[in-house]
């Protein structure tokens, strides 16, 4: 999705000149979030990319949320479907081995540590957090932590951007079908199902 001008209400205390891809979220959009993860969807600025059915896929998060806590994952993937595609992936070992080939394939490392760039700098145009500055997600630029925050950033971004968030696309495939609309359950059973796809990290 483009870059876009308009002015959107943050959670920074002030008005964010820019998302820095995507459009702003609405009321409905805000709704079918919280359907998605089982609770309201935090610091919601934006929808980066929509499924195809049109609902949210990955959210624009703002870099600090109203209570004041820091948040450094800024495209976050809330499609119920791509969520346990990832979970599936991640459980296989899949990272490991895809942190072991930064060692050893210095152009992928070098582009991996450009999708950090990237990510700190789309962040950046929603506001400068110290607590979090250098911090992106995923585990990039070293690492291989969290194929969710990858993945929505390869969506958010485009293809070309994130190796292992293209990776992981690729790997999942056409995670939409069936509709995702039969996933939106209820709001028990996605939290659950978030708790285990975190492992450790701070949620939307």
Request: proline share 7%.
């Amino acid at each position: 999705m483009s870059d876009i001008s308009d002015q959107v209400a943050s959670p920074l205390g002030a008005v964010t000149p820019r998302l820095p891809r995507g459009t702003p979220a609405n009321d409905e959009d805000r709704r079918v979030a919280a359907r998605q993860l089982g609770r309201e969807a935090r610091g919601m600025l934006g929808v980066a990319w929509r499924c195809p059915c049109g609902r949210p896929g990955v959210v624009v998060s703002a870099p600090r949320l109203d209570d004041g806590t820091p948040f450094p994952t800024t495209y976050y993937l809330t499609c119920p479907n791509a969520v346990t595609a990832c979970s599936r992936l991640e459980a296989s070992g899949l990272m490991a081995t895809m942190t072991a080939r930064l060692t050893a394939d210095e152009v992928l490392a070098s582009h991996y540590a450009e999708a950090h760039a990237a990510y700190l700098a789309d962040r950046d145009t929603l506001g400068h957090v110290d607590e979090i500055d250098g911090t992106s997600a995923g585990g990039m630029p070293g690492r291989v932590k969290c194929l969710h925050a990858l993945a929505g950033h390869a969506l958010a971004a485009g293809p070309g951007v994130n190796p292992f968030g293209d990776e992981t696309l690729a790997l999942i495939g056409e995670f939409w079908t069936p509709d995702c609309s039969a996933r939106l359950v209820d709001p028990g059973t996605a939290r659950r199902r978030r708790d285990v796809a975190d492992d450790g990290r701070v949620g939307a």
